[in-house]
């Protein structure tokens, strides 16, 4: 695929950037499908289809166990994923990439390896009050096994993060700040080299979660600072079930293992086991070869678009759905930060959130309802739940037409049907 195809997101480019995507062309209730809910996972394109498909037919075999020619073969391949992966995310040294099954695998990954030696009672684990779960839980049940606690640094009612909040509570009990790049809910961008300095002047590690930032926004680890930082493949155009903790060496070499088994040994004994070097020591099993592949073959299609581009495309789109969503009587955005991406999560009074996406399934449209794995969140906002909009690369202006419509038919509906 050539990248001026991705250069310019105009009417015919946009098209051939659509072709690249087979399942963008099905029709759902026979009607075109219209996909926005990009922040639980996006589409795949042929690029990755085609590589994970190479992959089992010409080069499928288990890695760095073997010395015949297709187990080097796969194992130059999982490799040089690590590397691509690095590279795409701004970290010089690849080693400092460890394969997980996800972001999720990747925060327990830190929380068992790294923070749990290190977390006594009465100490504390920072995050924010717009994390996901999968940035909530594994610190809350480690914070439950050592006497520790949670503190949470509050959002205003735009969506935006108290900064000077953060610099009280970054205090002498902190262990360790953990945050997202990107609200999952709200769409509000983070400003992470402010929070990484803040946290690094008191001497405090810090997890960035990246899920849904990676697939936006350009991700430049060795600048921003910070420990860790978190990544799953699927939300940036790559397959299910593969992540990476990106980490900087320093930390990775203090941290024990957390998983045992093949891979991540040098030598075993029933007395004694020797550790491999990280990343491996952090691998144990067999991995998901094939996952990265398709990953590396996704950062190779993003590589190739014009930044600018993409976000010019992006913030227009943004803007067109909010446009649209403004105009609906009784309907209200959780979320207003500046500069937020293209995530629009609402509510629309008498109307359950479930029943409206389900609704707009009836005309084709996908959207999100639920609390997003953010049930803290949507109590901050006074709601149990919301339907939530995200956008994509491959989205485009008519299709937020399309969907303007269809919610109007479904909201129609659903208040006759209610009345």
């Known amino acids: 695929m050539s990248a001026e195809v991705l250069v ?26 219209i996909y926005f809910d990009n922040a639980a996972t996006s589409q795949k394109p042929l690029e990755v289809l085609e590589a994970m498909e190479r992959f089992y037919r010409e080069a499928n075999a288990n ?38 099954r996800g972001a999720t695998e990747a925060v327990n990954l830190v929380a068992h390896a ?33 006497g520790a606690e949670l503190a949470v640094v509050p959002v205003d009612g735009r969506g935006v993060l108290d900064l000077e909040g953060a610099e009280r509570l970054l205090d002498g009990r902190v262990r360790l700040f953990a945050f997202a790049h990107v609200s999952n809910v709200l769409g509000t961008v983070n400003p992470v080299a402010e929070l990484v300095a803040m946290a690094r002047a008191r001497g405090i590690p810090t997890l960035v979660d990246g899920a849904q930032a990676a697939a936006h926004l350009p991700i430049r680890f060795d600048e921003l600072g910070c420990d860790f930082y978190v990544l ?9 079930g593969i992540g990476a903790l ?23 004994d029933f007395a004694e086991s020797r550790f491999a070097e990280p990343p491996l020591r952090f691998e144990a099993g ?41 105009e609906v009587p009784g309907l209200r955005l959780l979320g207003e930060a500046p500069g937020k991406l ?6 629309v009074e008498g109307i359950h959130a479930q029943d409206l996406a389900t609704f707009l399934d009836l005309e084709g449209v996908a959207v999100r309802s639920g609390h997003h794995c953010a049930h803290p969140l949507h109590r901050r906002f006074g709601v149990a739940a919301s339907c939530r909009a995200s956008l994509a690369l491959y989205n485009t202006v008519e299709e ?18 209610t009345a």
């Open 232 to 240: 799953s493949a699927h939300k940036m155009y790559g397959p299910t």
């Open 342 to 347: 293209a995530i629009a999560s609402f509510v």
């Open 114 to 146: 790294f923070l749990a030696p290190r977390l006594a009672a009465g100490d504390r684990v920072l995050l924010t009050a717009m994390e996901h779960h999968s940035n909530i839980v594994p610190w809350q049940l480690l914070c439950r096994a050592r």
């Open 8 to 33: 310019r997101p105009a009417a015919a480019a946009l098209a051939a950037l659509r072709a690249r995507f087979p399942l963008l062309g099905r029709e759902v209730h026979g009607r075109p499908l």
């Open 63 to 100: 890695v760095h166990r073997g010395v015949h020619a297709l187990s080097v073969e796969a194992t130059e391949l999982y490799e040089r994923a690590r590397s691509r992966i690095a590279r795409f995310a701004g970290l010089a040294d690849p080693s400092g990439v460890v394969f997980t």
């Open 400 to 417: 937020v037409e399309r969907f303007a419509l269809a919610l109007g038919r479904s909201l129609r509906r659903l208040r006759r049907a």
């Open 286 to 326: 067999t991995p998901n070869i094939a996952g990265a592949v398709g990953w590396m073959a996704a950062c190779d299609f993003l590589g190739a678009i014009d930044a600018e581009s993409l976000a010019r495309h992006e913030r227009e789109l943004g803007a067109a759905l909010e446009h649209r969503l403004r």
């Open 246 to 268: 990106l980490a900087r060496r320093e930390r990775l070499e203090a941290m024990v293992p957390w998983q045992g088994g093949g891979e991540m040994v040098l030598e075993v």
